[in-house]
């Protein structure tokens, strides 16, 4: 899996969405790049991790990163936030903080989750995927940016980012919208150790902010924010905003963790 490293400071993972690769957080990179050591990954079969011989599954990927990259900051965004939350469930000690952006423990509604995508809706996008893929994706980053106040401009940068790093396998493409469509790590949530941020987009079209307010209330040392004017892809239109959101979470880590270092020397 490919990994780009690049800056100084606590080390911060950043775990992109479904079709696209890690070269769409340009914008967030070049704002914190000199606050964190980021580790930009390229999910398996996306972008330069193309040929990638992990699969594209919870516990396959998580591991590898895990094995790669120092106790970290996880975020993710969309389908990178199943990723970001499995790690925090299940290695805590690699996960110093969690950070959820645009995301949810469960993307699909249900009868007792109803905040989600309707079923349907992922049904006719993986029976796109098999007649028309690059339309599909076309529909898919077309509801991704509607909604939000730049919608043209995310529309924009999303249609110029998807095949930047070359064309995403479309087997990986079905695995991903499967994972989004089957997985459900709401149990996970009252046992979350790592502190966590969930930071929505008022105008999301594709992850309700409803969604993740509920998830956040779920989860231990959680806190959610709200970016008013923001859709699915707040990085790209309000990346000051999610940049100074992951600055003030960061330093509240670090404060905590001096707190406990100083009632350890204490005891």
Same mark, same amino acid.
């Given at each position: 899996?490919?990994?780009?490293?690049?800056?100084?400071?606590?080390?911060?993972?950043?775990?992109?969405?479904?079709?696209?690769?890690?070269?769409?957080?340009?914008?967030?990179?070049?704002?914190?790049?000199?606050?964190?050591?980021?580790?930009?990954?390229?999910?398996?079969?996306?972008?330069?991790?193309?040929?990638?011989?992990?699969?594209? *599954? @919870? %516990? +396959?990927?998580? #591991? $590898?990163?895990?094995?790669?990259?120092? =106790? /970290? !900051?996880?975020? &993710?965004?969309?389908?990178?936030?199943?990723?970001?939350?499995?790690?925090?469930?299940?290695?805590?000690?690699?996960?110093?903080?969690?950070?959820?952006?645009?995301?949810?423990?469960?993307?699909?509604?249900?009868?007792?989750?109803?905040?989600?995508?309707?079923?349907?809706?992922?049904?006719?996008?993986?029976?796109?995927?098999?007649?028309?893929?690059?339309?599909?994706?076309?529909?898919?980053? *077309? @509801? %991704? +940016?509607?909604? #939000? $106040?730049?919608?043209?401009?995310?529309? =924009? /940068? !999303?249609?110029? &980012?998807?095949?930047?790093?070359?064309?995403?396998?479309?087997?990986?493409?079905?695995?991903?919208?499967?994972?989004?469509?089957?997985?459900?790590?709401?149990?996970?949530?009252?046992?979350?150790?790592?502190?966590?941020?969930?930071?929505?987009?008022?105008?999301?079209?594709?992850?309700?902010?409803?969604?993740?307010?509920?998830?956040?209330?779920?989860?231990?040392?959680?806190?959610?924010?709200?970016?008013?004017? +923001?859709?699915?892809?707040?990085?790209?239109?309000?990346?000051?905003?999610?940049?100074?959101?992951?600055?003030?979470?960061?330093?509240?880590?670090?404060?905590?963790?001096?707190?406990?270092?100083?009632?350890?020397?204490?005891?």
């Amino acid at each position: 899996m490919h990994i780009d490293t690049r800056g100084s400071g606590p080390p911060l993972l950043l775990l992109h969405g479904w079709a696209m690769h890690g070269g769409v957080f340009a914008p967030l990179v070049e704002r914190l790049v000199d606050d964190f050591t980021l580790h930009v990954a390229d999910l398996p079969g996306h972008g330069h991790s193309a040929a990638a011989t992990t699969p594209l *599954a @919870l %516990e +396959a990927v998580v #591991s $590898d990163l895990v094995a790669r990259v120092p =106790r /970290a !900051l996880w975020l &993710g965004w969309s389908l990178g936030g199943l990723f970001a939350l499995h790690a925090a469930a299940t290695r805590p000690r690699a996960v110093r903080g969690l950070a959820l952006l645009c995301a949810s423990p469960r993307f699909v509604r249900g009868d007792d989750w109803k905040y989600g995508m309707s079923a349907e809706l992922f049904a006719d996008f993986a029976d796109g995927l098999r007649r028309d893929w690059r339309g599909t994706l076309e529909r898919f980053i *077309a @509801l %991704e +940016a509607f909604g #939000s $106040d730049h919608a043209k401009e995310e529309l =924009r /940068a !999303l249609r110029d &980012g998807l095949f930047a790093r070359g064309e995403p396998a479309t087997p990986v493409l079905a695995d991903g919208l499967e994972l989004l469509q089957t997985t459900d790590l709401r149990a996970a949530l009252p046992r979350l150790s790592p502190p966590s941020l969930w930071l929505a987009g008022r105008r999301d079209r594709v992850v309700d902010p409803r969604a993740m307010r509920a998830a956040a209330d779920c989860a231990t040392q959680a806190r959610f924010e709200q970016i008013e004017h +923001a859709g699915h892809a707040p990085f790209l239109t309000h990346a000051d905003a999610v940049a100074d959101a992951l600055r003030r979470f960061s330093a509240g880590l670090e404060e905590e963790a001096s707190n406990e270092e100083r009632e350890t020397r204490n005891e």
